[in-house]
């Protein structure tokens, strides 16, 4: 790759989703919009290597396109039909009726942005779709890098993105920011797409890396462009919170050798302290909207335990225990029950999360998950009850998905001795 | 990756630049600001006072030694700083090379590093 193509794909990177954001303004497709901007970017492609760099290129991008755009909808009738209130528009012949077109481009860009993330996350959407959508239009991460992320064959990203847009397209999603009751809704598909990316890239679910930490900072990215629109939402910055104040332990969560290293075994000066400065920063500013604290917020106030505690016996487990149950009455579900098991464990002995988890063992959605078994090994363990201890480690070693994960519970359930 | 942007500038240069034009700089940079806010890139971005008004602190044989800036006889000086996250130093530099401050001084790009003792990243 020349200079000059490698300064193309990081202005890409950085101007490609405020791009799409003001064209699907005018063209009311967010699929007619990203067409627009790859327009542009193969202009560019054409012409920058000749004629160098653009002082400002996403002006550049943005003047290539919007004529682009002006004149598709000269060329198509059906834009009429379809949409009629932009019907004066659509006939701008004069050079004032162009620029009329250009200010509607250049007035609220945030807006815009915002209503290409509320519509890459629509819930007519799967959530897979909505994932691709989003780190593809928002993120501006090509298909190809997003098909490495995700461990899946390049194709199938590509037409997961066609489809989306084609849905997108054929259920007349409008191309706006919910308002109301709805807003909440909406914005916690958002939040859940963001989380999931991040997720992925902080606990890989699948493949032979524990973590893949250019997933976390696209996501920690997401992140930020929506807290930056939506100040007001308090789980925006609940949830960069938790996504900053996780990412500080990346370099921890890693041993010499690619191994996972569990969080009260990590070497907290490992910690990225810039991280999670800002995330306790995020997590003020999420308290400081007032209002009941979300789970995104209540998660993040948990982290934050663990980030202000120097050492792992400092941790304010009783804290944590409270904000595990608050987390719980929220959002019950078996695995907030698991982690409130082990945080009451810390607080109050073994023995009494033992008995949480002992509750839940049943759950169908736990029937498969590797955690269970694990915690539950680890109490019998401090409860003395080795050969139950390993029995439950090795079920738990058997039922993880990841290699890394898998060969560190082998080796816990090891340790216990006995025949195995 | 973190990477930091060091905008050098001629202070005289700057100071010699018509209100009309200055005020032109600085809104550009507002607007690259918001910019690399909205797609994320953005974690601190200062614009400098005046090299004259720096302190310039010395420890030697464990006392503080602290003069009157500036810190160098050079003309061109640090008026702004960016740290950012990039992909890469592509990435950086071509938002480097979206900094109207470019276009009167240098920017230079330079990655952040960890800190390490013994060998063992502490920072």
């Known amino acids: 790759m020349t200079d000059v193509h490698r300064t193309i794909d990081a202005v890409w990177r950085i101007e490609s989703a405020k791009l799409i954001a003001g064209l699907a303004r005018i063209t009311r497709d967010v699929g007619v919009a990203e067409d627009l901007a790859q327009d542009a970017l193969v202009a560019a492609l054409e012409q920058w290597p000749a004629s160098g760099v653009p002082s400002n290129p996403g002006a550049w991008l943005m003047a290539i396109a919007k004529r682009r755009a002006i004149d598709l909808m000269r060329r198509d009738k059906m834009l009429d039909r379809k949409h009629q209130e932009l019907a004066p528009m659509l006939d701008a012949r004069s050079e004032d009726e162009e620029d009329q077109v250009h200010t509607a481009i250049d007035d609220h860009v945030g807006d815009d942005m915002l209503r290409l993330i509320f519509t890459a996350c629509h819930p007519v959407l799967s959530t897979e779709a909505r994932v691709a959508l989003t780190l593809r239009l928002i993120g501006g991460l090509t298909t190809a890098e997003i098909a490495r992320a995700f461990l899946v064959p390049e194709p199938t990203i590509a037409q997961r993105i066609v489809r989306a847009k084609r849905t997108l397209s054929e259920a007349k999603v409008p191309y706006e920011v919910p308002r109301g009751a709805e807003l909440e809704a909406r914005l916690s598909s958002v939040l859940e797409v963001i989380y999931l990316v991040f997720n992925e890239g902080y606990s890989a679910t699948s493949g032979e890396d524990w973590v893949r930490p250019g997933l976390c900072e696209d996501a920690l990215r997401l992140g930020r462009i929506l807290a930056a629109l939506a100040p007001e939402e308090s789980e925006v910055h609940g949830l960069v919170a938790l996504m900053e104040i996780q990412s500080s332990r990346l370099r921890a969560r890693v041993g010499p050798s690619g191994e996972p290293v569990l969080l009260l075994d990590q070497d907290r000066s490992r910690w990225d302290r810039l991280l999670i400065h800002r995330g306790l920063a995020a997590l003020a500013r999420a308290e400081a909207v007032g209002g009941a604290l979300g789970p995104y917020t209540l998660q993040a106030a948990i982290a934050a335990c663990h980030a202000r505690a120097l050492t792992a016996e400092e941790t304010d487990w009783e804290r944590i225990a409270a904000l595990y149950d608050a987390l719980a009455q929220l959002l019950p579900s078996p695995i907030v029950e698991l982690n409130r098991a082990v945080a009451l464990s810390m607080a109050f002995g073994p023995a009494l999360g033992l008995e949480v988890v002992d509750a839940i063992a049943d759950a169908p959605s736990l029937k498969r998950y590797h955690l269970l078994p694990a915690v539950r090994g680890d109490l019998l363990k401090r409860l003395g009850r080795l050969d139950e201890a390993r029995v439950e480690l090795e079920r738990a070693a058997s039922l993880a998905q990841n290699a890394r994960e898998r060969e560190l519970l082998l080796a816990r359930a090891a340790e216990l001795g006995g025949e195995g | ?123």
Do not use: F
């Not at chain 2, 480097?96 to 590093?113: C, D, L, N, Q, S």
């Open chain 2, 1 to 123: 990756m973190r990477y930091v942007c060091l905008i050098h500038i001629d202070e005289s240069a700057l100071d010699a630049l018509p209100l009309a034009e200055l005020d032109a700089l600085n809104a550009g940079h507002v607007e690259l600001n918001r910019d690399l806010q909205r797609s994320g890139h953005l974690i601190e971005a200062e614009a400098l006072g005046a090299s004259a008004d720096a302190r310039l602190v010395r420890v030697r044989e464990g006392r503080a030694h602290v003069v009157d800036g500036p810190y160098a006889e050079s003309k061109e000086v640090v008026a702004g700083i960016y740290l950012v996250e990039a992909k890469d130093l592509d990435e950086a530099a071509a938002m480097a090379a979206r900094m109207p401050g470019a276009t009167v001084g240098t920017v230079e790009v330079r990655p952040t590093r960890r800190l390490t003792v013994g060998g063992e990243v502490v920072w």
